[in-house]
Nanobody, 118 residues
Framework: QVQLVESGGGLVQPGGSLRLSCAASGITFSNVVMRWYRQAPGKERELVASMVSIGGSTNYADSVKGRFTISRDNAKNTVTLQMNSLKPEDTAVYYC???????????WGQGTQVTVSS
């Protein structure tokens, strides 16, 4: 059974930083696409960042380019999202997503709240 558990969310002032982690069990990052999504109140879920396991190519939403960095630790089976220069509009529930290219299945974490406010 695949489980994704996010951690690292919280309250931070504008301009601050947070590091989100997603610990995976039941799946390895050998042939997957790893993504972070977010959903703000009253808005649709949006893709923030993604990384392909083979090759390590990354993509970011325009709104977070230069501020957020997605990375992975194969030894710990975790994917992280480093968020710098946070803005109030970054406030949302952040979700970890892993799409398996082997069995064509999508897996989601439970989400972690990020609030950027003074």
């Amino acid at each position: 059974q695949v489980q994704l558990v996010e951690s690292g969310g919280g309250l931070v002032q504008p301009g601050g930083s947070l590091r989100l982690s997603c610990a995976a069990s039941g799946i390895t990052f050998s042939n997957v696409v790893m993504r972070w999504y977010r959903q703000a109140p009253g808005k649709e879920r949006e893709l923030v960042a993604s990384m392909v396991s083979i090759g390590g190519s990354t993509n970011y939403a325009d709104s977070v380019k230069g501020r957020f960095t997605i990375s992975r630790d194969n030894a710990k089976n975790t994917v992280t999202l480093q968020m710098n220069s946070l803005k109030p509009e970054d406030t949302a529930v952040y979700y970890c997503n892993v799409y398996s290219l082997l069995n064509i299945r999508n897996y989601w974490g439970q989400g972690t709240q990020v609030t950027v406010s003074s």
